[in-house]
Each structure stands twice: as C-alpha cells, then as structure tokens.
C-alpha cells in the first residue's frame, strides 16, 4: 500500500469515527445519499483490497445525488435544517435562553462533527478514488445546473453555513430557523395526503394559481382574508365551499398553497374515507409553527355515516381546543351536506322517536358548524365566455375575439355545460389543437 493510500484510508477511519460520533443528528445520514456515503467510506476503508467495491460504491452515490438533484454539502445542510431530534423539536416550543446547556452543547459538538463531513467535498472524494483504484484522471463528480436547484426558505441559512468558519457558532441561527420553519416531515413539503394513518408527502401538488381563476371574486377575496387571519395566528374560521360543480371549489383552495407558500402555509388532503381519523390528524399539528389547512374535497354524507361524527366532533370542539394553526375548508355540491329524503320528514303517523324534528334539524344545520360558507352560483354565459377569455390570454391563444367566443359557447353546449372547469377544458383542447393542426 503506498504512502498516500495510507493516508486516505487513515482519515477515511476518521471520517467514520465521526459519523458513529453524532448525538443528537444521527439521522442525517439516513436517507439514500447519506447512506450511499457511509457505504463509500466503507469501501474505501478496505481501499486497495476491494477496488471493485470502491468504484462500484462511487457509482451509487453518484446516482442518488443525480436522482435528487442534490450534491452531497447541499444535502447534508438541507437535512441539517429539516432534522426532527431533541433539539429541533424543543428549539420551535420555546426560547433559546430555555434550552437545557446540555441540548444546546451537543447540538454544536454534532454541528462541529457535521463540518468535518461536509468538508469532505465531492472533489476531494474523486481524488482518493482516483488514487487507490489507480484510475488516469478524476472520476466525474454530480453537479448539478443553477436552475435544477431547490429556492425554498432555507437558503439563507444555507447560505450561512456554506460559508461560517465554524459552524457551531450558528446554534442559536438554527434555532431560530426550527422555531421559524418547523422540523422533520412538515419542513420537506407543502403539500401532504393523509393515507393509512400517517402524512404522504405530495412531491408535485397541482399547479394552478390564484391568476388563472376568475368569475369568483368576492368568495376568493373571502377565503384569502380567513387564510391571512390563519396565518397572522389569529383563530381562523372553518370554511365550507359550497355551489355548482365545475366552479373552481376545489382549484381556488388548491391555488392558496402556491399564493401563500413563502409563508409555511401547508395543505393536507383527507378523503372522506379518512375522516375518521380526523382527531388524530389534528393532534399532530398541536404546537408546530407551520399553518395547516385541512383540505377535504367533494363533501357528503350518508345517514349515520360515522365520518359525520368525526368532522363534527373537530368543527365543535372537543374536551380538546383546536389548535389556532389549523383549519378546514371542505367543498361539496350539497348545501346541507347530510343527504336527506322525503320520508325523513316528520308526519302524524312517526311514532318511533318523539323529537323527531330536532333529528332533522340536526342534519340540515350541520353546514352551519362552518364558520364560513362561500357559495358558488352556476357560471351564466358572460361568467363563462369571461373565464374563457382570460385562460386564452393566459395561454397567449391568437385566436379572433368572435370565433374565440363561438367556439366555446359551442363546446358548452356540446360537453359539461358552462363552468370554469368546462372552460378549461375547451381552452386545453383548443391550445393542443392550435399547436398541432395549424403549423
């Protein structure tokens, strides 16, 4: 073994030693590209005696950063940042001035060790693979273009730590972003999907955005004063969107993730399904900083339907206050919610329950416990032919204002009828035919 492979594995072992080292960010290195790391430095540990091991441990480490679009420093920060430990979770409870020394003292003996991984630069990783595979050059090392990197909240810190002299001096700065930005899962993401009773991360939530939707205005300018209120940590209202399908219920909700994102709004869809398990959910948002819109779309229920009780128990209140962060909006085609029927109704000859009408009663004011109810009226032509318009000059369509109009009350008429969604549909269908059947 030469002298200079003898130095690589001998500050390999250290590297190693560090990483076993860690206290309180153990799970930094957990996912695919810390663990592709680890692996490397294993490999390389054995350094001459398994060159096929080593090489083979560079191409996976190289694919995952390739598949996150994320070098190895940019990663550790980032997993830094969003870490879910002692330290993080009661950093975002209470002041820094509060945390025990100790926390406080083992969070920067991990940051010092965390500064010695990341000094391990990917240049600095293709020299010694070059080195003890006795390769010709430098193997290629990941990086990715300018434009392919995340811009979310976190870059300031980042920028902080890609560039401090020591980075236990930026212990109280982390704090301060944990009690900002929250930890773990509710840091990684904006959207979520209750599922199997646990939070699904939705990596590419739908697009739309507040300037695409017009018609509505009074009942979005509505929806935004409540979500500001929400966000200023005042209690917001419960809002139940009610009206004509195709209006852009579920859309207008859907748009408050992009318009408010840059102020740790979050969105958590929940299927009727999993109404259920609504307590539970709300449980796990009680004292995060990020603000949590429950979203649940498409609202109906059945007689006795056990997802009724559960919506209702949240939307009253329980021995458990609701928390100020959280808040639901529903949309639903029923103005009462409760499917009803005419035998329902109380008569002379209902002699199965005395109060019969406070049954009643209860169903059709269910809609009530809303604090907020937004309704959507049936688009009439010019609401429609208005939504058209602004999607073609959206889309940049160059299309004459006559045939334009024609074209859509004509589509109307053919498909769904007059609505936003209808006229998004016509103008998807009108741009692809435009593209391809008019060169």
Excluded at 178 to 201: E, H, N, V
Excluded at 267 to 283: G, H, M, P, R, T
Excluded at 400 to 409: G, K, W
Aim: proline share 3%.
């Amino acid at each position: 073994m030469s002298s200079l492979n003898s130095q690589i594995i001998s500050q390999v072992r250290f590297l190693q030693r560090q990483a076993a080292s860690l206290l309180l960010y153990q799970e930094v290195l957990n996912d695919e590209i810390g663990q592709a790391f680890l692996s490397l430095l294993e490999a390389f540990h054995h350094g001459e005696s398994s060159i096929l091991n080593c090489l083979k441990a560079y191409g996976i480490w190289f694919q995952v950063q390739a598949k996150h679009r994320q070098t190895w420093q940019d990663y550790l920060i980032t997993q830094i940042l969003r870490a879910d430990n002692p330290f993080s979770q009661q950093a975002q409870q209470i002041s820094f001035n509060q945390l025990s020394s100790s926390l406080i003292e083992a969070t920067k003996l991990d940051l010092k060790t965390l500064q010695t991984l990341y000094q391990c630069n990917s240049e600095k990783i293709s020299q010694w693979l070059r080195s003890i595979a006795q390769l010709s050059e430098n193997p290629t090392i990941w990086q990715p273009q300018p434009e392919q990197l995340n811009k979310i909240e976190e870059l300031p810190l980042k920028s902080q730590f890609s560039t401090l002299e020591n980075w236990s001096d930026a212990v109280e700065s982390l704090a301060d972003h944990y009690r900002k930005f929250g930890t773990g899962l509710f840091a990684s993401a904006s959207a979520f999907r209750w599922q199997q009773k646990q939070f699904i991360k939705i990596l590419n939530p739908d697009p739309v955005h507040l300037n695409q939707l017009v018609g509505y205005e009074t009942q979005r300018d509505m929806l935004l004063k409540n979500t500001e209120i929400l966000l200023a940590g005042y209690p917001a209202l419960n809002v139940l969107l009610y009206g004509s399908r195709g209006a852009g219920k579920s859309s207008l909700i859907k748009a408050l993730l992009h318009h408010y994102r840059d102020r740790n709004l979050k969105l958590i869809e929940v299927a009727k399904s999993d109404l259920k398990d609504l307590s539970l959910v709300v449980e796990q948002l009680q004292g995060v900083p990020q603000k949590f819109i429950i979203f649940v779309d498409d609202l109906s229920f059945e007689e006795d339907d056990d997802a009724f009780k559960a919506l209702k128990v949240v939307l009253e209140g329980n021995l458990t206050a609701r928390p100020q962060n959280v808040v639901v909006y529903a949309t639903s085609n029923r103005r009462h919610l409760v499917r009803e029927y005419f035998e329902d109704r109380p008569s002379p000859k209902d002699q199965d329950e005395v109060h019969v009408w406070d049954t009643v009663q209860e169903k059709l004011s269910f809609s009530d416990r809303f604090g907020l109810t937004l309704t959507f009226e049936p688009a009439d032509q010019n609401t429609y032919l208005n939504i058209v318009k602004h999607l073609a000059y959206q889309g940049g369509i160059e299309i004459s204002p006559e045939d334009l109009q024609f074209r859509a009350l004509q589509w109307a008429t053919r498909h769904n009828g007059r609505s936003g969604r209808t006229a998004r549909q016509f103008i998807d269908f009108l741009t692809a035919e435009l593209a391809i059947f008019r060169k």
